[in-house]
């Protein structure tokens, strides 16, 4: 078969790499869509293992776990960023595979991926890369208060730490491990913002809307979309920000953009994820193509359409705190006065044990005006505990 022309029909099997909440959707997507799916995963109880027809139980960088998800896929993809590029540079050499492992590269290394921003011409906050005690001692005192972030393996805002002085920083990388990490200035955010885009293999591209994103304690919590989210200069600047990234990485597959807006009104782009994003599941509900499905379709090479919001929207992560009383005794949330709201869908992982700060599912909330959506939504939240915003 012609590895980069034919188009992969349903009935073909088509494989994820990593089996968290992200491949768990994208395998429902696919198989709504008659394909059957294959998920490579340690983890028995994986999200995506459980429902998916097979599950290949093994490490990322196991010879024979990958030659049998080769074997039995016609295309894969990964669902998170941390999955060894060389894996997927193996893979490719016999399948179809979007994302390139250059791409989840970059996008794994905070240092590669400012570098790749430069590049595009996409500003970035001010930033230096701090390998050696020498690039420690030589960080300039503009730089303060920063945030220093781990280079690799950071997610959910694991791998950072605040720091005011020179001081501090020292002892913040010295608590990280003497890791190679990125120092970021500390930036007057007005809000954040994400975009969704979805690349072919022939360069074009269609996108989401521009998401507007509140984060709390590093974690995304409530993503809201509709037209009157930002202003529309702002999001204009934010989709062809994205669409350079996206084209200069000659991207394959769905990549989500994150950016910060600085209360001056500026845009910088903050980083990149190669794969859907938490800040795009609202396209489940409130698009007529979803964030999983753009991710099917660009890997089987079935046309990219651009997608159309239908529906104003916001979404709820749920995380594993509402899942605790007061005084941590544990607690069934009261799906069923939810669910009696109009216009709200809920997303649960199938994760058995919740845990604080842990991402258990998400709620999207439709309606038919910003304002009614946010009434539903903010009356959703007062039921299951989340803070009003
Ligand atoms: P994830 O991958 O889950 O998005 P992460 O661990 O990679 O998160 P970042 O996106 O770098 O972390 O940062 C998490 C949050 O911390 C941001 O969304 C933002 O709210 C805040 N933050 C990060 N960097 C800065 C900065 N330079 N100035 C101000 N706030 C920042
Ligand atoms: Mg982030």
């Given at each position: 078969m012609n590895k980069s022309q034919d188009v992969i029909l349903p009935g073909a099997t088509l494989g994820v790499l990593g089996g968290g909440q992200l491949g768990r959707m994208f395998v429902q997507k696919a198989q709504s869509m008659g394909y059957f799916t294959a998920v490579l995963d340690p983890?028995?109880?994986s999200p995506a293992g459980l429902v998916s027809h097979h599950h290949i139980r093994t490490g990322y960088e196991d010879a024979q776990g990958l030659a049998e998800i080769a074997r039995l896929c016609a295309a894969i993809t990964t669902e998170?960023?941390?999955?060894p590029a060389a894996a997927l540079e193996l893979l490719a050499q016999t399948r179809r595979v979007s994302p390139a492992g250059s791409s989840v590269a970059i996008a794994q290394d905070r240092a590669a991926e400012k570098a790749h921003f430069v590049a595009c011409g996409v500003p970035v906050a001010p930033h230096a890369v701090i390998e050696t005690p020498e690039q420690l001692a030589a960080v300039p005192a503009h730089l303060l208060p920063g945030i220093l972030k781990t280079a690799?393996?950071?997610?959910?805002?694991?791998g950072q730490a605040r720091v005011q002085t020179a001081a501090e920083l020292a002892a913040a990388w010295q608590d990280l491990g003497r890791v190679p990490c990125v120092l970021e200035k500390m930036l007057p955010l007005a809000h954040e913002c994400s975009v969704i885009v979805a690349r072919a293999q022939d360069g074009s591209s269609v996108h989401l809307p521009v998401q507007r994103n509140l984060h709390r304690g590093g974690i995304l919590a409530v993503t809201e979309v509709h037209e009157e989210n930002l202003p529309p200069a702002q999001a204009q600047q934010a989709l062809e920000a994205a669409k350079s990234v996206a084209d200069g990485l000659q991207y394959v597959g769905v990549l989500c953009v994150e950016f910060f807006v600085l209360q001056d009104g500026s845009l910088v782009v903050n980083e990149i994820a190669p794969r859907p994003h938490n800040?795009?599941?609202y396209s489940q509900d409130a698009?007529?193509?979803?964030q999983f499905e753009l991710q099917l379709r660009c890997m089987t090479g079935l046309p990219l359409v651009q997608p159309r919001l239908h529906s104003p929207t916001i979404m709820l992560n749920l995380l594993g705190d509402l899942w605790f009383a007061q005084g941590d005794a544990p607690l069934t949330p009261a799906w069923e006065r939810v669910l009696a709201l109009p216009g709200c869908h809920l997303h649960l992982y199938g994760k058995r044990d919740a845990k604080?700060?842990?991402?258990?599912g998400h709620l999207n909330v439709t309606g038919a005006t910003p304002a009614a959506v946010r009434a539903t939504a903010l009356k959703a939240a007062a039921i299951l505990g989340i803070a009003p915003f």
């Open positions: 983890d028995a109880t998170f960023e941390n999955v690799r393996m950071g997610y959910d805002g694991k800040s795009g599941h698009c007529d193509v979803s604080r700060g842990r991402k258990m």
